[in-house]
């Protein structure tokens, strides 16, 4: 059993909380549970109530939307320390996504009734969650501009630019998943991405295993037509009224 | 110049404000201005600061994602009554997809500056924004499962039956735009959508000129592979912490 102050310190690093009151944070935390999830299980289905919501604090989770014939198509992998799914959460809407963990996982669980009634009292807590659901939304929508506009080397590059963009790594970045879940992620048959591979090197890109040099970001970049605007990672929850 | 009372009218007809304190919607229609355009006009483009809502009072609006050479890629096609980019307005940033009026439009423009002030202040603003949020990120999930894991006569199918959910219709729904803009909304050629049009035959599905009979709503559901659950519309905005 994890304890409250410790929950506490867990959530912290996660951007949606890092950032609220210690009241509200407080309340959270006595209600948090920490579960252990072995590679393979599902943390729940979709169509499953959305009666938590997930913080993930250790090892790596797929999003995955699923057809009725067991096809499914791999939406996002995580990484902690990440929230997921608020949207089912605060609508209170079945999950349209089936989470599972590609690895030993850990995940505080928060009770999703306690969040909405939280939102209602805590408008600081509101304004968070509203940046975030936003910052979600852009996010799906450079996915399907990526999906429709974007070749499989360029949605490659791009994948690359955030990875390196969110470790602050410079021009080093060590792939945080295995090719075939990458390629899955980017839509992409395992035999497109090895061919993305050899048209990014006249970008730059070097690979091997899971190292990767990207020797030329500013070419990377022109090869990906990246928008410095448009592209950028919305991972900060700057939140705007308080300015 | 119209009126604030008109506009108070005008703006409880939007499932966004429908049920906001007479307050809050006072505060917002007395600051919303109402704008023309003609057809082929832009009501912004994306990288524009997101200085206003927009809700749409009359008239067809696109929202399309751009690509550096001009490509462009349909990914919403908005009618009456409906706000758009919330997400851009709430969290401040530039807007990722550019809105264009493809017939005469008038929409009316909340400031976003406004808008956040009083989600700070209003907990039951603040929940209805977090709900509607939550549902236009569920739509995009929706988009990306069906460019990922249907055919074109399977999206086709599915966009009917979301017409004729929407306007109550029964089996009968008169196409709301041209097959060109439709054919681009699924991310298929024209001719795929011809093709699309006879394949759904099999499933009971006439389509004459704008005229479409569903015959068999149910055969066409499973033809698309349409679940109960996870396909319905999310058109209402019923804010779960106040069950």
């Known amino acids: ?26 309340a959270i935390s006595r209600k948090a549970q920490m579960v252990s999830y072995a590679s393979g299980e599902r943390l729940f289905s979709s169509g499953d109530s959305p ?19 067991g096809r499914e198509s ?22 349209l996504m089936t989470a599972e963990a590609i690895g030993p996982v850990r995940v505080l669980l928060i009770p999703g009734e306690l969040l909405r009634r939280l939102v209602g ?29 974007r070749t499989a080397a360029q949605r ?6 955030q990875l390196a963009e969110r470790e602050r790594g410079g021009d080093r970045v060590r792939l945080p998943f295995v090719k075939k879940l990458i390629a899955a992620r980017l839509n992409v048959t395992p035999e497109s991405l090895s061919r993305a591979i050899g048209e990014l090197r006249q970008a730059g890109v070097e690979i091997h295993d899971d190292e990767v040099h990207l020797r030329d970001i500013e070419q990377l970049r022109r090869f990906c037509h990246v928008d ?9 929850l700057f939140v705007l009224s308080e300015r």
């Open 228 to 236: 410095h605007i448009l592209d950028q990672l919305d991972e900060d």
């Open 121 to 149: 009292s805590d408008p600081h807590l509101a304004l968070i969650m509203l940046a975030s659901m936003g910052n979600q939304y852009r996010q799906l929508v450079r996915h399907i501009k990526d999906l429709r506009l």
């Open 1 to 26: 059993m994890v304890k409250a102050d410790e929950i506490t310190v867990l959530l912290r690093r996660a951007p949606l909380f890092c950032d609220i009151s210690a009241q509200t944070l407080e």
């Open 51 to 69: 009666d938590y919501l997930h913080v993930l604090i250790e090892g790596p989770v797929k999003l995955v939307v699923e057809q009725f014939d």
């Open 156 to 161: 490659l590059g791009v994948y690359l630019l």
């Open 74 to 95: 791999i939406i996002e992998l995580l990484q902690p320390v990440d929230s997921f799914l608020m949207a089912a959460v605060l609508t209170a809407k079945p999950y």
